[in-house]
């Protein structure tokens, strides 16, 4: 059975905060006044979403005053690219000139959306320098680095903003929905398997993401969305981590296995391309060509590396065990080479069971997008010895399941308050990178890690109110047993 007002969730409410974003674009409704400042460190593919809007529909609220890179290349082209949207040009700096470019520009705001483990050092920055931050996930990719942030953020009185687009997907609001409401109780424990299939989920083999120092691997890349999913859908904090990964797939084993005769170091010049059904084609798309393969001269960067190449030092295969401060368990698995790629969810309250899947990408070759209906998003409650019931999901258009769109209104349009409490800080950041960070050093060690000895003065974020954890539960209706 299908409901389509059912479960007591508040469609209106998700609705209306998910199409905010687009009803204020249609309508022009940004008076125009005095724009924020914004400057812009690492201009690659993520951070054209950032400049796309400040160029397009926030135009009038919004002005990209600076650029910074170290890659000379790619830096050019981000200046050409705004510039030909008629939007005011930007000024263009050098990654060593990024303090100057501070204080030359004097940005409100910087958005950092550089490689993951350099985004502590511009966030520490732009806040000592008197800028707020908007910054990419993850937050940072390390302990000490968490830590030099959080000190920042109470040194210098400013705020920082983490993008956790994957919270305003309008599916996963409505889960938050469900369990603010009470549907199930309270939740005991979570079972959340995330899957990346052998397009997505190669690709991350081939860029710099396929080195840890760079990235923190995928428990810290990929993971922080999903650990902050479920910080964010519990109102809870993790406490305790257990973990296993290990890289068993994406290895010269596999690669020789299938029949080559092992690694090599890129697939534009890779002896073994037409045998290899993991070639990348870096050449054959405009948009990649002109971002990355135009730009090697400068930094060396290979978009295309091999995903078979023994100094990858990331995992493919990891599994989680977190408990949390309310005594929920969540038990979580991610992989990287499986057969369609996207999630299943299930929580397990003292009322009753949310079961909640994703199919953001099929088996088929090429992978193609099947988020666009309800056959591919589900939403189940099965109440505690009742009648499951299936609850109509509410179907984002969009980057990222329509997350990004309505992120980037409450960014840089009007913030229409949210009682499910999106926006995240520092602190939600914190406490969902270190879920990942704990994770690979559990991997290293093979020992339990607790969050609070990784950092210290990490206070609990913003949370909505949940469920309370002592009130009555009604007693289940009676099995009758024949
Ligand atoms: N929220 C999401 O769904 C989402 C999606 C994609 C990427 N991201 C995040 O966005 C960030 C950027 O990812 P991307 O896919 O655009 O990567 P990318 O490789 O396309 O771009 C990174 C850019 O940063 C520059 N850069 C790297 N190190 C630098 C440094 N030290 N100083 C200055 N510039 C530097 C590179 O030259 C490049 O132009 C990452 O943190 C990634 O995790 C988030």
């Known amino acids: 059975m299908t409901e389509k007002n059912s479960g007591g969730i508040d469609r209106r409410t998700v609705l209306k905060?998910?199409?905010?974003?687009?009803?204020?674009?249609?309508?022009?409704?940004?008076?125009a006044g005095a724009r924020k400042r914004y400057a812009v460190v690492g201009v690659g593919s993520r951070a054209?979403?950032?400049?796309?809007?400040?160029?397009?529909?926030?135009?009038?609220?919004?002005?990209?005053?600076?650029?910074?890179?170290?890659?000379?290349?790619?830096?050019?082209?981000?200046?050409?690219?705004?510039?030909?949207?008629?939007?005011?040009?930007?000024?263009?700096?050098?990654?060593?000139?990024?303090?100057?470019?501070?204080?030359?520009?004097?940005?409100?705001?910087?958005i950092v959306t550089t490689t993951d483990a350099s985004h502590d050092d511009y966030i520490v920055r732009a806040?000592?320098?008197?800028?707020?931050?908007?910054?990419?996930?993850?937050?940072?990719?390390t302990a000490a680095k968490a830590q030099r942030i959080?000190?920042?953020?109470?040194?210098?009185?400013?705020?920082?903003?983490?993008?956790?687009?994957?919270?305003?997907?309008?599916?996963r609001t409505q889960i938050k929905e469900?369990?603010?409401?009470?549907?199930?109780?309270?939740?005991?424990s979570v079972d959340f398997t995330w899957l990346l299939n052998t397009v997505h989920g190669a690709d991350y083999f081939r860029r710099w993401h396929s080195n840890k120092a760079m990235s923190g691997g995928l428990m810290v890349h990929k993971s922080t969305h999903h650990f902050d999913l479920v910080n964010w859908w519990l109102g809870a904090q993790p406490e305790t981590v257990h973990a296993f990964g290990s890289r068993q797939f994406y290895t010269p084993e596999t690669a020789r296995r299938m029949g080559l005769t092992g690694a090599h170091e890129r697939c534009l010049t890779c002896p073994e391309k037409q045998q290899c059904s993991f070639y990348f084609d870096l050449a054959s798309d405009p948009g990649l060509k002109a971002l990355y393969l135009d730009n090697e001269q400068y930094d060396g960067y290979y978009r295309d590396q091999c995903v078979w190449r023994p100094e990858i030092n990331i995992e493919d295969?990891?599994?989680?065990?977190?408990?949390?401060?309310?005594?929920?368990?969540?038990?979580?698995?991610?992989?990287?080479?499986?057969?369609?790629?996207?999630?299943?969810?299930?929580?397990?309250?003292?009322?009753?069971?949310?079961?909640?899947?994703?199919?953001?990408?099929?088996g088929a070759a090429g992978a193609a997008k099947v988020q666009s209906g309800s056959e591919s998003v589900s939403i189940r409650v099965i109440p505690m010895r009742g009648q499951p019931r299936d609850i109509a999901p509410i179907i984002g258009k969009g980057s990222h399941?329509?997350?990004?769109?309505?992120?980037?209104?409450?960014?840089?349009?009007?913030?229409?308050?949210?009682?499910?409490?999106?926006?995240?800080?520092?602190r939600a950041g914190a406490w969902s990178a270190l879920v990942g960070i704990a994770a690979n050093k559990c991997f290293e060690t093979g020992q339990t890690v607790r969050i609070a000895d990784l950092v210290t003065g990490l206070t609990l974020p913003d949370r909505a109110?949940?469920?309370?954890?002592?009130?009555?539960?009604?007693?289940?209706?009676?099995i009758k047993i024949p």
């Open 48 to 110: 054209r979403m950032f400049t796309n809007a400040m160029t397009g529909p926030f135009r009038d609220t919004s002005e990209v005053v600076a650029v910074c890179d170290r890659n000379a290349g790619r830096l050019a082209r981000a200046v050409k690219v705004i510039g030909e949207t008629g939007a005011s040009q930007p000024r263009p700096y050098s990654a060593a000139d990024f303090d100057r470019m501070l204080r030359e520009t004097k940005p409100e705001f910087v």
């Open 317 to 362: 295969t990891m599994n989680v065990m977190v408990r949390y401060d309310n005594g929920a368990h969540l038990n979580y698995a991610l992989s990287a080479y499986d057969a369609w790629e996207g999630y299943h969810v299930a929580f397990n309250g003292t009322k009753g069971r949310i079961e909640h899947r994703i199919v953001e990408s099929g």
């Open 127 to 141: 806040l000592d320098a008197g800028c707020d931050v908007i910054t990419e996930k993850p937050m940072t990719t």
């Open 150 to 171: 959080l000190d920042a953020v109470k040194r210098s009185g400013r705020h920082v903003r983490v993008t956790f687009n994957y919270r305003y997907s309008p599916p």
């Open 401 to 426: 399941g329509g997350g990004d769109d309505v992120m980037l209104n409450e960014i840089f349009g009007v913030d229409p308050g949210d009682k499910y409490l999106r926006k995240s800080d520092e």
């Open 17 to 31: 905060a998910a199409g905010a974003a687009g009803l204020m674009m249609a309508t022009g409704a940004y008076a």
């Open 465 to 478: 109110p949940m469920p309370d954890r002592r009130a009555p539960i009604a007693m289940p209706v009676r």
């Open 178 to 188: 469900l369990l603010m409401s009470g549907e199930i109780g309270d939740v005991i």
